[in-house]
């Protein structure tokens, strides 16, 4: 933070009031008054915003925020993120694109990377959320950007993260990665293959002004530790479908449920995908937390069952399956 700049949790309070009464006026007011006191703009995005950001999602997770204040709440974020980079000046350095996982709808984190990259004086091209990998590597060869800074806010969306590194790798364009989706201290990250992984905006920049040393983080990104990884991902969606039978959800609800059960399929291939039972156990606690909030505790076992009776033929699978039901029965 900037030597003239406070942020305090006065500020932070008042902000979040304004989040909470979908206030567009009284935040950018704020923002941009903080930004005349003598604050960067990655102060404010870095130490407001995105802070702001992560007790929303703790209010949905929790159930005191329903899914429409959360949506108004962040909208009226990205119209501060927007404000703000209005206010950035020309480039000075070279061209990095800037994109979400494909899947990944939360782009609130990747944009306040984009301007606070932006406000260090590089030239920036966000791509916006969930990049297919095919539309993410012809563009690269189009544009022969510098390096991808890649946003994974949830790790369940890994292996499509390891597709998207490898796409980059193949066109010759170092990836940084940054977000919670790459795992504590971003220990996923290199295990598909990124240069490097930053945990906030300020970290992309000091990244950045690095050595990229893309040739080291080219071609063919480190294959899979564990055979079992290819075929449950091949599995995929009758995974998904035996997981949605013994749910058995009223219609209403049918297509939330699928979408959840799902994810938590692809959380199970990711951490095939990275050898590490603790990107399981991360997911299974932090999905049982929200079924709690809501309710619905006691499917994630039943579910958790009917996975591991369909992969027998994978040990190493079932343990982490096995692993998982003990530590949600724990919780």
């Known amino acids: 933070m900037s030597s003239d700049c406070r942020i305090g949790p006065e500020s932070l309070a008042a902000y979040l009031d304004h989040l909470e009464r979908a206030d567009r006026a009284g935040a950018v007011a704020l923002a941009q008054g903080l930004l005349a006191e003598g604050c960067s703009v990655a102060d404010v995005l870095v130490d407001l915003v995105a802070v702001a950001q992560r007790e929303i999602g703790r209010r949905w997770l929790t159930g005191s925020w329903s899914v429409a204040q959360e949506h108004a709440a962040t909208h009226v974020s990205e119209l501060v993120v927007d404000a703000l980079g209005a206010a950035v000046g020309p480039s000075r350095h070279g061209h990095v694109v800037v994109a979400c996982v494909e899947g990944e709808w939360h782009a609130l984190a990747a944009r306040i990377v984009s301007e606070v990259v932006r406000a260090a004086g590089w030239r920036v091209t966000f791509l916006g959320a969930s990049v297919p990998a ?49 795992g504590p201290e971003g220990r996923w990250a290199t295990a598909i293959g990124a240069a490097a992984w930053g945990a906030s905006a300020r970290d992309a920049v000091r990244l950045l002004s690095g050595p990229l040393s893309a040739g080291a983080h080219t071609g063919s990104p480190p294959p899979p530790p564990d055979d079992a990884y290819v075929a449950v991902l091949h599995r995929r969606r009758d995974l998904v479908r035996l997981a949605l039978s013994v749910v058995d959800p009223p ?24 050898d590490d039972d603790q990107l399981l156990l991360d997911f299974v606690r932090w999905q049982g937390e929200a079924l709690t909030a809501r309710g619905g505790r006691g499917v994630l076992d039943d579910v958790l069952a009917a996975l591991e009776r369909a992969l027998t033929e994978h040990p190493r699978v079932v343990e982490r399956l096995r692993t998982a039901r003990a530590a949600v029965a724990l919780a």
């Open 251 to 274: 219609e209403e609800t049918a297509e939330d449920v699928a979408s959840g059960l799902a994810h938590l399929v692809d959380a199970l291939v990711a951490a095939v995908r990275v």
């Open 134 to 182: 095919r539309h993410l590597v012809s563009y690269l060869h189009q544009t022969g950007p510098d390096a991808v800074l890649l946003s994974c806010v949830q790790p369940n969306r890994l292996v499509r993260a390891a597709r998207m590194v490898e796409a980059s790798r193949t066109a010759g364009v170092p990836v940084l990665a940054g977000g919670p989706g790459f």
